[in-house]
């Protein structure tokens, strides 16, 4: 037995192809059945959003167990056969593939380091598969470990905390320029989609009063229903202005929208309250010479994305702690995958033994023919000792390397030594059968 | 037992400095708390010395340069507690606590024995809180000031770093300045006039021109342009900023004149 992932992400697989493979929420309970049906899996998870496409799962055999793991992700895209899928796919097994699924749910594997969607969509992950009864004792406890393990990463590092997309830079910059964002007026000028991302931050951060222009006012009023906003015509945005602490420019304008007049002239009747511009249009649509002004902070795209790698190079030292985190919680469920596979070995090999001890009993004693009950007795207790003591020692060997790096490879032998198959489907099947009562 | 307690305190205010001052330059963002707790604890015994030399001397001890240094640092002190406590401003100890330091460090390198006090003396502390307490307000508006220059060219130079993630929003550090030279500039005014009663009572005349009460006057007129500039013409922000940070080098340039000169009846 054994955890493995096969999968495909950000990394090795352009969006086009991982957009095909992608499972939509509605498809989830589908494909999770069609996924527990399919030979070889005992248990499984699909974990599906924009940059990644991976199946985790729990197979009796590793290498068959990868083989049908990759037969089965090949059928979630019907028209991409496995030679275009191959090159982009990666499989781990054990210890390799716990390691990288602590490392997803801590964010470290993501696009953007530390972006905290991802525990969200791990923890989304599980909890379907367990609705859907898709996982069992090692998943459970694998996926579990994984969601705390990304919630202590991002408690004990410093990985989430600065801003790492270009909304957020402009957010935490408003921030430092007004202690309190609820009071403040965001003027957005052009209702392109980074545009209105960027308002939806701002107002996510506390602001309340928010006016939006546009050349089409139509439009402008539509947005502004959106978003609680007041729909300002285009002709008003210089008188307007004065009104704003934060101007958000973001028109496909190619030339300048607003200069250095207009901003003086609002600075002037705001008796140099100062104002934040941002400017995220490509051309751009506030004239430079607009940073010159006293009280006035203007920010471009560029900046604004230079702040961003300045935070993902901060984020990178604090990834560094995280990767300890994960370095250390690996190894606690390794061992405890392992004595897993020690244990029902050591139920089935005292079954087996057992059940020949009986078998055997009944056999002799009919022939035997009538005896006392002491000699019955005797009889009984001959043939117990002698398989006690000829198990004795394989028992406490096992028990010994249960916690080992040696575990699986004991547990296999044993199984071939004594034949044990047959009693463990049987405790397999006792154990699923439990579970789903449970 | 006062100037023990006296002694106390430096070595505090010492430590904290350092504290702050590594806060100012370091990564350890906890520091804060060691250094918020030093400081309380350094205000704790100010706080014991100014009261056992009261008892000590039998009047409010406010009658040297001594003891006016020495309360000035323990009001600035006071003030940062208070703000610690209610907005968190943590950065805001790396300018007070060393301003608060070399403070009481002057006053200890002055005269400290407690003195005499003439009759013609005993009103004399209105004078010298008043002003004190001004002074207070002006440094913190310094301060203030200075936090403000320094984050304005964070934010205007784009170089979003270190400090920066350290110091109080732009309109935050407006307001405080702004504040602070609303709240001193009526207790200056109140201190000159206390003073110019205590000057015509004591020597028959409000005004003899010597050096400190020029600068006195120049520094009430100063903060009067200051302020009125700012409630009509919108003089507030950066030029807000940079007029107090100059103004309270001026109000310094006074005191030390005052000390160095020895011209005033409390040096």
């Given at each position: 037995?054994?955890?493995?992932?096969?999968?495909?992400?950000?990394?090795?697989?352009p969006?086009e192809l991982?957009?095909?493979?992608a499972?939509?929420?509605?498809?989830?309970?589908?494909?999770?059945?069609?996924?527990?049906?399919?030979?070889?899996?005992?248990?499984?998870?699909?974990?599906?959003t924009?940059?990644?496409?991976?199946?985790?799962?729990?197979?009796?055999e590793?290498?068959?167990?990868?083989?049908?793991?990759r037969?089965?992700?090949?059928?979630l895209?019907?028209?991409?056969?496995?030679?275009r899928?191959?090159?982009h796919?990666?499989?781990?097994d054990?210890?390799?593939?716990?390691?990288?699924?602590f490392?997803v749910?801590?964010s470290l594997?993501?696009m953007?380091?530390?972006?905290?969607?991802?525990?969200?969509?791990?923890?989304?992950?599980?909890?379907?598969?367990?609705?859907?009864?898709?996982t069992?004792?090692?998943l459970?406890k694998?996926m579990?470990?994984a969601?705390s393990?990304g919630?202590?990463?991002?408690t004990?590092?410093?990985?989430?905390?600065?801003?790492v997309?270009v909304?957020?830079a402009?957010?935490?910059?408003?921030k430092?320029?007004?202690?309190?964002?609820?009071?403040k007026?965001?003027?957005l000028?052009?209702?392109?989609?980074?545009?209105?991302l960027?308002?939806?931050?701002l107002?996510?951060?506390?602001?309340?009063?928010?006016?939006?222009?546009?050349?089409?006012?139509?439009?402008?009023i539509?947005?502004?229903?959106?978003?609680?906003?007041?729909?300002v015509?285009?002709?008003?945005v210089?008188?307007?202005?004065?009104?704003?602490d934060?101007?958000?420019c973001?028109t496909?304008?190619?030339a300048?929208?607003?200069?250095?007049?207009?901003v003086?002239?609002?600075?002037?009747?705001?008796?140099?309250?100062?104002?934040?511009?941002?400017?995220?249009?490509?051309?751009?649509?506030?004239?430079p010479?607009?940073?010159?002004?006293?009280?006035?902070?203007?920010?471009?795209?560029?900046?604004l994305?230079s702040?961003?790698?300045t935070?993902?190079?901060?984020?990178?030292l604090?990834?560094?702690?995280?990767?300890?985190i994960?370095r250390?919680?690996?190894?606690?469920?390794?061992?405890?995958?392992?004595?897993?596979?020690?244990?029902?070995t050591?139920?089935?090999?005292?079954r087996?033994?057992?059940?020949?001890?009986r078998?055997?009993?009944?056999?002799?004693?009919?022939?035997?023919?009538?005896?006392?009950?002491?000699q019955?007795?005797?009889?009984?207790?001959?043939?117990?000792?002698i398989t006690?003591?000829?198990?004795?020692?394989?028992?406490?060997?096992l028990?010994?390397?249960a916690?080992?790096?040696n575990?699986a490879?004991?547990?296999?032998?044993?199984q071939?030594?004594?034949?044990?198959?047959k009693?463990?489907?049987?405790?397999a099947?006792?154990?699923?059968?439990?579970?789903?009562r449970? | 037992?006062?100037?023990?307690?006296?002694?106390?305190?430096?070595?505090?205010?010492?430590?904290?400095?350092?504290?702050?001052?590594?806060?100012?330059?370091?990564?350890?963002?906890?520091?804060?708390?060691p250094a918020?707790?030093?400081?309380g604890?350094?205000?704790f015994?100010?706080?014991?010395?100014?009261?056992?030399r009261?008892?000590?001397g039998?009047?409010i001890p406010?009658?040297?340069?001594?003891?006016?240094?020495?309360?000035?640092?323990?009001?600035?002190?006071m003030?940062?507690?208070?703000?610690?406590?209610?907005?968190?401003?943590h950065?805001?100890?790396?300018?007070?606590?060393?301003?608060a330091?070399?403070?009481?460090?002057?006053?200890?390198?002055?005269p400290?024995?407690?003195?005499?006090l003439?009759?013609?003396?005993?009103?004399?502390?209105?004078?010298?809180?008043l002003s004190?307490?001004?002074?207070?307000?002006f440094?913190?508006?310094?301060v203030?000031?200075?936090?403000y220059?320094?984050?304005e060219?964070m934010?205007k130079?784009k170089?979003?770093?270190?400090?920066?993630?350290?110091?109080?929003a732009l309109?935050?550090?407006?307001?405080?300045n702004?504040?602070a030279?609303?709240f001193?500039f009526p207790?200056?005014?109140?201190?000159?006039i206390?003073?110019?009663l205590?000057?015509e009572?004591?020597?028959g005349?409000?005004?003899?021109?010597?050096?400190?009460?020029?600068?006195?006057?120049?520094?009430?007129?100063f903060?009067?342009?200051?302020?009125?500039?700012?409630?009509?013409?919108?003089?507030?922000?950066?030029?807000?900023?940079y007029?107090?940070?100059?103004?309270f080098?001026?109000?310094?340039?006074?005191?030390v004149?005052?000390?160095l000169?020895?011209?005033?009846?409390f040096?």
């Amino acid at each position: 037995m054994n955890i493995i992932a096969v999968g495909l992400n950000h990394r090795t697989a352009p969006v086009e192809l991982r957009e095909r493979f992608a499972v939509p929420e509605s498809h989830l309970p589908e494909a999770l059945a069609r996924l527990k049906r399919w030979p070889g899996i005992d248990e499984g998870v699909i974990l599906s959003t924009c940059n990644r496409v991976e199946l985790y799962a729990v197979v009796k055999e590793t290498a068959h167990g990868v083989e049908s793991l990759r037969d089965y992700l090949v059928t979630l895209a019907s028209d991409i056969g496995w030679e275009r899928l191959e090159p982009h796919l990666y499989c781990l097994d054990g210890a390799e593939a716990i390691r990288h699924l602590f490392r997803v749910a801590a964010s470290l594997d993501s696009m953007v380091v530390g972006e905290p969607q991802i525990l969200g969509q791990v923890k989304e992950a599980y909890d379907v598969a367990l609705t859907h009864k898709a996982t069992g004792v090692v998943l459970n406890k694998v996926m579990k470990k994984a969601i705390s393990v990304g919630k202590r990463v991002r408690t004990e590092t410093g990985i989430a905390e600065h801003a790492v997309s270009v909304s957020y830079a402009a957010v935490e910059l408003a921030k430092k320029i007004f202690q309190n964002l609820s009071e403040k007026t965001v003027l957005l000028v052009g209702i392109g989609e980074m545009g209105k991302l960027a308002a939806r931050h701002l107002i996510g951060a506390g602001v309340r009063h928010v006016m939006i222009a546009n050349r089409n006012y139509e439009r402008a009023i539509d947005v502004a229903t959106q978003f609680n906003a007041l729909p300002v015509p285009f002709s008003q945005v210089h008188h307007e202005m004065a009104g704003a602490d934060i101007v958000l420019c973001a028109t496909a304008a190619d030339a300048y929208v607003i200069g250095p007049d207009d901003v003086h002239r609002a600075l002037r009747s705001r008796k140099n309250r100062p104002m934040f511009l941002i400017d995220i249009s490509d051309p751009r649509n506030i004239d430079p010479a607009v940073g010159s002004l006293d009280n006035a902070y203007l920010y471009n795209i560029d900046d604004l994305q230079s702040q961003v790698v300045t935070n993902l190079g901060q984020r990178g030292l604090e990834a560094l702690k995280a990767e300890d985190i994960v370095r250390v919680e690996v190894p606690p469920v390794v061992v405890w995958l392992k004595s897993l596979e020690v244990v029902p070995t050591i139920v089935a090999l005292r079954r087996k033994a057992d059940s020949i001890l009986r078998e055997e009993i009944d056999r002799i004693l009919a022939k035997l023919g009538p005896l006392s009950a002491r000699q019955r007795e005797l009889v009984e207790e001959l043939a117990t000792a002698i398989t006690n003591k000829l198990l004795h020692g394989p028992l406490i060997a096992l028990k010994a390397e249960a916690d080992s790096s040696n575990g699986a490879l004991f547990a296999e032998t044993a199984q071939r030594l004594f034949d044990l198959e047959k009693e463990l489907e049987c405790i397999a099947k006792a154990q699923s059968s439990e579970q789903e009562r449970g | 037992m006062n100037v023990l307690f006296f002694e106390v305190t430096l070595l505090f205010y010492f430590l904290g400095t350092t504290l702050f001052l590594v806060q100012l330059a370091g990564r350890w963002e906890g520091i804060w708390k060691p250094a918020f707790v030093v400081a309380g604890i350094g205000f704790f015994f100010h706080t014991l010395a100014l009261v056992s030399r009261m008892i000590e001397g039998g009047h409010i001890p406010l009658t040297s340069m001594h003891e006016a240094l020495s309360f000035f640092s323990w009001a600035l002190v006071m003030f940062f507690l208070v703000v610690e406590l209610r907005y968190r401003v943590h950065i805001l100890g790396s300018f007070i606590l060393p301003m608060a330091f070399v403070s009481l460090i002057s006053a200890a390198a002055l005269p400290k024995e407690i003195r005499v006090l003439e009759p013609i003396f005993r009103n004399v502390w209105m004078h010298v809180t008043l002003s004190l307490l001004g002074t207070v307000a002006f440094a913190v508006a310094f301060v203030a000031g200075l936090m403000y220059l320094i984050q304005e060219h964070m934010l205007k130079s784009k170089h979003l770093d270190g400090l920066y993630h350290k110091l109080p929003a732009l309109d935050f550090l407006d307001e405080l300045n702004g504040k602070a030279i609303s709240f001193g500039f009526p207790l200056l005014t109140l201190g000159i006039i206390t003073g110019a009663l205590f000057a015509e009572f004591a020597r028959g005349s409000f005004l003899n021109w010597n050096a400190e009460q020029i600068g006195a006057l120049g520094t009430w007129l100063f903060y009067l342009i200051v302020l009125l500039g700012r409630v009509t013409v919108g003089w507030r922000a950066k030029k807000a900023a940079y007029l107090t940070v100059v103004g309270f080098a001026g109000v310094v340039f006074t005191l030390v004149g005052v000390i160095l000169k020895g011209q005033h009846p409390f040096a």
